[in-house]
């Protein structure tokens, strides 16, 4: 049987490595084109994804006649866009991010929108982003728009990864909303996920695969990393091990910087840095190393075989993480594209051969 097909075309914007386009494509979405202003970005979006192809441009330079070839009539147009969620992180905490630049993003987003019109649209964005005003003069672009947003925890749709994340949907054609949690209460492992990959140790690559890649340690971070345990924190060390920032802090936060992960529960949220040991609880549960940059992509749903570098390329840690942490999972991709899918078939927006019905339906 051939894979299955939707009659949808997509453009997505702010592209990265195509963790997002990944998944649409899996659910049968037919993504066009990726852009994006990260020329790293071209060889994995090209060569994981059929024939997407990717403009290496600024999203504040596209104009609604670049995207026109890329939504035939016969299919309903699907734009997506994950603007850079810098501005909103927990990271810019206590400072005015109002006249940052990057809020621009996302105002060219919608203003992409309104001019194009497209019949469905898709976001995602840390989940603190509807606190901002920035959100409501989003919301504007979509007075012609059924509208769902809503802070989902990846981990309830089978992301082996505690990663939150606002997933907003728009569609023209009615009352749209995200399927519910497919893994409530079954979470994907670290065991499941990483469990069967070759042991390495700190600064190793497996041979078979040079993604498969640990940075390495210092003296220190070797005996920090051999004293902690699944799950634990600095608090299991020697005192001599605790660097004086460890010993003022009273706990919170930073209690999982040079932690190790527990193999029964699911990862913590991928960041563009989480090959560091000292970075997060980036250490592999019983391996004295950090995780490699193929486990990450593992934890970000990306399939094992996904290729960001051309072969026999040098692999940049800083490169390829960044590509990866900025990443939507790939199994969000999916249940972005199967809410998609629910919501044509409500309508009856598609026939039984999977085409797009010739009347639109009218709300
Ligand atoms: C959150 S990541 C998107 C990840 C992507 N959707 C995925 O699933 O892999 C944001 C991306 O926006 C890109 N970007 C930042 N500013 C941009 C701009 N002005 N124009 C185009 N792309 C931009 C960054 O290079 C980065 O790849």
Redesign the pocket.
Known sequence: MGKKTLPVACV???????????GLQKRGIDVKAG????PA?RYPFEENNGNAVFLE????SVSAGDLEDFFPKSKYSLL?G????QPFSTYAKGRDTSTDA?WG?LR?FAALVNRVQPDLVTM?NVPQLPKHAVFSEFLEAFSDYKIWYGVVNCHEYGVPQKRRRLVFLASKLGEIELIPPTHKERHVTVAQTIGLLPSLRAGEADEKDPLHAAAGLSELNLKRIRQSKPGGSWEDWDADLVAACHQKESGGSFKSVYGRMSWEEPSPTMTTLCFGYGNGRFGHPEQDRAITLREAAMFQTFPKGYKFVPKGEQIHFATVG??IG???PVRL?EVIAQSIERHLLKYKAVTRSGKRAKKRVDH
């Open positions: 997505d914007l702010f592209c990265g490595a195509g963790g997002l386009t990944h852009i994006d202003l990260d970005c441009k600024d999203v504040e997506a994950c603007a850079p969620c990057k993003l060219s995602e960044r590509l900025n990443a939507v991709g």
